[in-house]
Every structure is written in structure tokens, then in C-alpha cells.
């Protein structure tokens, strides 16, 4: 019988990103809750977590930036939006083309999300160390291309 305690070194690589990616989720959206804050979607967060409050930015580079498809990111803002926690305005150029940015509510909500991220980051520091965090961070920021 295997001990509960030991970690599992023979599971896929993808298996153990997946439990990593999925207890981080479940604590995140824990404390949210427990902040008063409504679920958030991934694609909500994708958006939140690539605006800042200096700069309104164009739903096509918001997609660049999360890597997902305008359409994808368009549905996120558009909902976004209609919460409250971005806005939009003409861009220059193209007719067509809208600047979006944060309001203040939009700010709010992703200072606390950021903030529990940090947290969260901080207790697996407690747990693995605070160097093995910070490899894994500089190991998947090289794993994959933008």
C-alpha cells in the first residue's frame, strides 16, 4: 500500500501540473469567496490578470497576451463589462477598435485576486521552499513559448 505522505514521482508530468493547477484553483477561489468575491471563470481571471490600471489596451492584444483567441477574450470582456469591472472606449484608428480598461471596482478585484495569488505563492514557498518556488517559476517561464 502506498503511503499518502510520499509524493507520487512515477505519475505523468502532466497529471501532476493538472493537481498542482487544481488545488491552487480550488484555494484561490476558496478565499475568494471567503472575500465576499463571486466566482470568477478562468477566462475572467485571463483578463484581470493581463490589464493594468495605467494603460487600456485593445481585446486583440488582451488575447495575445492570454493566449486565447479575440472571440474568447471578447465574450470575457463583454461580461466584464457588464459587471462593472472594465470599461471601454473608441481607440484610435481602425473604427471599430475599443480600448478596454480596468474601472475602479475592476482594480479592486484584481488587487485582491493578485494579493491571494501572492499568498498562495508564499505557502508553497512554506512548503517546498522558498528557492524551489522560485526555480519552478523560472523553469515554467522558460518551459513554454509566449
Known sequence: MADENQPNTDAPLLALLQRGVRHLTDEF???????GVASITPAHAA??????????VSTAE???RADVTR???????????????LSSEPGPGFPRSTRIALTPAGQQR????????RD????LG??????AVAGLRATMSRAWPH
Not at 483578463?47 to 487600456?56: G, K, R, S
Not at 484584481?110 to 495569488?117: E, F, N, P, Q, T
Not at 498562495?120 to 505557502?123: A, D, I, N
Request: aromatic share 0%.
Open 29 to 35: 477561489l476558496v478565499r475568494l469567496s471567503d472575500a
Open 71 to 85: 472571440q474568447t477574450m471578447h465574450r470575457a470582456v463583454t461580461q466584464l463589462i457588464g459587471e462593472g469591472l
Open 110 to 117: 484584481r488587487d485582491l485576486a493578485l494579493g491571494i495569488l
Open 62 to 64: 488582451l488575447a495575445r
Open 47 to 56: 483578463v484581470l490578470a493581463h490589464l493594468d490600471a495605467e494603460e487600456a
Open 126 to 131: 512554506d512548503r517546498l521552499g522558498s528557492e
Open 120 to 123: 498562495l505563492e508564499v505557502e
